[in-house]
Structure formats: structure tokens, C-alpha cells
């Protein structure tokens, strides 16, 4: 079993949708991926930052899922990253209503000494200078490097985004960001463009849509499980990333058949997030459910034509 | 091999899209349901209607792939029925800019006398009054009913609608009409809303997103191939349908798990049918290149987790 490094944040949100509205609950990439990795038993470490606001029960919560949080920097005067927003109807689309960046925005990632040599990192969506910051302290080159991103970053510093997605493997990114990274309408054009920005594989991520993997000429899809209603789409993306990851990281098999499996994985677990607020269903989630998920996963999409003499 | 009848236009599209524009071509629902259905060497037969201004060159094409054209009237003194439209940039939405009826305002169905015991029935998208005027020329119950139909004919023929729809085995119908049909946004909701109206099985169409097939509790789900343009997408939906109901026809196994197949011929035809205009792309293909594609669509969806102690 392969270590995991995790950058991202731990944070707060509060989150509308027309289902309901919390308060303040636990949220943050860094969150949400290391609770779906934490499913393979892996040994994951979460490189982040909290202020001094933050419950001793949430970092108790990582804790006790095995995952390593002596990187999680706590700054006592300061607050904890709060993002907050509401969804529209179609549960497609949502309006940010407050993001207040906080001990975020001092924040130089430590990761952990016996971290420095793990075998997969998991770069969550943060500043691609960060994300870069936690690359060059790796003692040796990963086998498998990660990065997930948003729009935020290439209309805000895309030179930084370019040079950290040069040196990663996989690189997860919804279909607008795809499109908005590289000019391309088409996804199969927009993927073989950021190919050649380095990553050898892309994730193109369609939420409700499914999920596509890129490389080289092969492509393979998984679709979303579709779901009598979408309660909170929240860390729905990390949850498949940190699926994604935590696979790869158990199995150590990183060819293009294992990573199909490894997308099957995350969608398979980003379908359990969404069906309560924030983390709700992630922290409860047992063994038994995710198997019979990913039999329901088989399926819906498995089947058994015999190419003979059909024609 | 089972007998197929074909209900549907025969006529004239012109069309735009952002690659180039046409004049006056050959189109209709059940021209590309012949085509498609053609691919499996079926005994097939369209009833439709077509004025004298039709060319016979494109009655010849389809007496030539073996389809019955005996049930295709020709009044001739009438104008073939002519839909235009433009597709936007996504190539998603478009806007319809001319529709004039002409011979299909008074069309009246004929079954030819030796389909009257087809085994499968496939309604294209026409009136409702049509659709049933065929069903009820049958002389014994057929194994399989398909109908697929439009939002136009939920806005101004709704009763007829459900009428129809009551006696049918499949329809197939895209994800805002099911929406609209039902009052439901999720498409699992709408599905089961559908099946409480008659349908057995309930395919979703969602164009570049895939096809969703519902039977009871069971889901089954075909993506469109990822492609790097679609040049035209005008008959994707009637190709995808043809592939459907000719697939059953020929091998006459309406299970669930035939209909998995069946789902993925008709998204295999659909792939070749928008790769360029009109029907320019279906009457040319040949066996190799659907047994390519086919193969392309299990190395997309195809995967192969061993549920054993991963997590």
C-alpha cells in the first residue's frame, strides 16, 4: 500500500439548496478527499490549514478515520477558510454567496517528514503556487501526482496553474474549466490540448453527465449514477478525486485498466456524497453500501455483445 | 428474423450548423429509422407519405438497402413534408425555421397487407392519431411496440398522446420532453411517472450525454461516444431509435438484457449518423465500420473490478 499525500482545504461552508440550508459544517477539498480515500484504509496525510475557530471534534473526525493530520497547521488567532453558497434549482449550477479566504491566505504548506516520500499526491484545489509549494517538498518524484483545479485559478493566476500542471500525471477538471483551459468546445479536442500541457492523463469531470479519462488515444467513460434526487452536490468532485486517488494508492497499479477501475471507484463514492449535506453520508459510509453500489455500477453499465454475425 | 414496420416522415430538411448549410435534402424520421434499422438486414417496410416533387432516386436509395416501400403514398400532387433549422454553436440547441406539413396534414397510414403481423412496431415521431391509426391496422398483438415522439406534440395533442402511449412497450423520448411529459426534473422520478402510463421500458435520451434505458428497478446506461465534432446531429435520435427496434427485430429477444444491446446499436449507429449531413453518413456505411465502433464502445464503458477485499 502506497502513501497518499492530500493538500486542500479543511474549512467551513454553509450551503443552500432547495432541499434546505445549514450553518457552518465541515467542508473544504482537502476534507472530502481524504474521508473518500480513507475508504481503502490507505495511509493519508492532509497537509492543510485551519484557524483557531476550528472544532477539535472535526479534526477528531479525521483522526479516527486513520488519516494523518499532524500537517493540518492550526493558527490559533486566526479563522478558518469559510465558503458559502446556493444552489439553483437544477442542481447543476449554484451562486457563491460568501468566500472569506482567511488563514488561507498565509497559508505555507509543511508536508509532514515521513510523507516526503509518498508514492501518490493528491494536489486539491488551492493555489497552484501551494500545490507547487507541496510538489518541491517531495524527497523523491512521486509515482503518481494528481491535481484537481478550478476556473478561479486560470482567470487569476494561470501562469502558476500552467507550471504546476506541467509536472503532474492526472489532472482532474470539470467540463467548462476544460474548455475555458484550452479554448476547445469539444472535450476529446480539449483533452489531447491539456495532454499536451503535461498531464499523460485527463479527467474530465461532467457532475450529474459522468466523468471521462483521457489517455493517449483511449478514452473510457463512467457515468453518474442516476439518483432519485441530488440533495447537496458539495465536494461531490473531491469525493471522486479522493476515490480516485486512495484507489490508486492501494492498488499501486497505475496502468490505464486500473485507472478506469480507479474512475469507477470515485464516481462510485461521489454518488453517496450527494445525498446528504456536506459530509453527512461520507463519515457513515460502510464497506457493505460501497460494494453494493458498485454492483449497481455494473449494471447500469455493463454488457455482453458478442461482435459476430449480427450485421 | 422478425418483420419491422417503420411509421414516420419521409421528406425534405434543409439544415444549418455552424460547419455549412444545405439545400433541400432527404430526411425524415423514418428514413433515418430505415437506414438504421437496414444495417441488420430486416424485413422492414415504411409507411409514410411523400409528394410528387419527391425525387425517385431517394425512394431507389431505400428500395435498395431492402426496406418495403409500398406503404410510402406518393400524392402526386402534393409537396413532401419540409422541416428547416438551425443549430447553434453548442450544437445542442437549435432553432427550427420553416416547417410546412403539406402531404402529411391529410396523411392517412396504410400498413402493406404482408407487415399487417409484424413482430415489431416502431412509431416514429408523427401525430398520435397516426402513431395509434397504425397500431390498430395491426391483425395480432406485436411483440414489441416503440414509439418515439416529441414536446410539439405534447403542447397541442396531449390526449392522443397518452393514448398512444398507454399501448406501446418502449418509448423513447429526451430528457427535457420526459421532464415535461411528467412534471418531474429527475429523470429517475419521470421514468417511473412513464411507467405508470403504459411503457414497460422507457428509454431517456440526452443527446451528447447518452441514453438512459429503465425497466422496473433496473437502469441501464449508454453514452454517446465522445467525438471531436459533431457536424450535424439532425436524425441522431431516429438513427438511435432504428438501431433499436432493428436490432430486437433481428435477433426477436426482448429481454432486459438484449435491450442493453439493442441501447448500445442504436448509440453505435447514432455516432456515424452526425458525423456529417443529413443521411450522407448512414447510406454509406458499411458492416467493419460498425463492429469498429462497437468495439470502441466497450473499451469506453467496459471495466472490470473484482468486488473482493479492495476497501
Chains 1, 2 share one sequence.
Not at 459544517?25 to 496525510?45: K, P
Not at 496553474?161 to 489532472?171: G, R, S
Not at 492523463?201 to 478514452?219: M, Q, R, S, T, W
Not at 460494494?291 to 455500477?297: N, P, S
Amino acid at each position: 500500500m502506497s502513501k497518499l499525500v492530500i493538500v486542500g482545504t479543511v474549512a467551513f461552508d454553509a450551503i443552500e439548496t432547495p432541499f434546505g440550508k445549514t450553518d457552518k459544517i465541515l467542508g473544504g477539498a482537502a476534507t472530502f478527499i481524504g474521508l473518500a480515500a480513507s475508504q481503502f484504509n490507505v495511509d493519508a496525510a492532509i497537509v492543510s490549514v485551519v484557524g483557531g475557530d476550528f472544532p477539535q471534534e472535526y479534526l477528531d473526525l479525521l483522526s479516527d478515520k486513520n488519516i494523518d493530520i499532524s500537517g493540518v497547521e492550526i493558527v490559533k488567532e486566526g479563522k478558518t477558510f469559510f465558503w458559502s453558497g446556493k444552489y439553483h434549482n437544477d442542481m447543476n449550477t449554484r451562486d457563491t454567496l460568501a468566500t472569506e479566504l482567511n488563514v488561507l491566505a498565509d497559508f505555507n504548506p509543511v508536508v509532514p517528514v515521513g510523507y516526503k516520500n509518498a508514492e501518490v499526491v493528491m494536489l486539491g484545489n488551492l493555489h497552484p503556487l501551494v500545490q507547487m509549494g507541496v510538489l518541491e517538498q517531495m524527497n523523491k518524484k512521486p509515482k503518481m501526482v494528481i491535481l484537481d483545479t478550478m476556473n478561479f485559478w486560470m482567470d487569476c493566476a494561470l501562469e502558476e496553474l500552467k507550471a504546476v500542471i506541467k509536472k503532474v500525471d492526472v489532472i482532474t477538471i470539470n467540463d467548462e474549466e476544460a474548455r475555458q483551459l484550452t479554448g476547445e468546445y469539444s472535450l476529446v479536442v480539449a483533452a489531447r490540448k491539456i495532454h499536451e500541457m503535461g498531464p499523460k492523463y485527463v479527467v474530465i469531470k461532467k457532475g450529474e453527465h459522468g466523468a471521462l479519462l483521457f489517455h493517449e488515444d483511449n478514452v473510457f467513460f463512467a457515468p453518474a449514477l442516476p439518483l432519485e434526487e441530488v440533495f447537496d452536490p458539495t465536494g461531490a468532485g473531491d469525493t471522486f478525486a479522493g476515490g480516485f486517488a486512495g484507489f490508486l494508492a492501494k492498488t499501486e497499479d497505475y496502468s490505464f485498466e486500473n485507472m478506469k477501475n480507479a474512475v469507477i471507484y470515485g464516481s462510485t463514492l461521489a454518488s453517496f456524497c450527494v445525498e446528504k449535506f456536506g459530509t453527512e453520508r461520507m463519515k457513515k459510509l460502510n464497506e457493505k453500501e460501497v460494494y453494493q453500489r458498485l454492483d449497481q455500477f455494473k449494471q447500469l453499465t455493463q454488457f455482453e455483445i458478442v461482435l459476430e454475425n449480427i450485421l
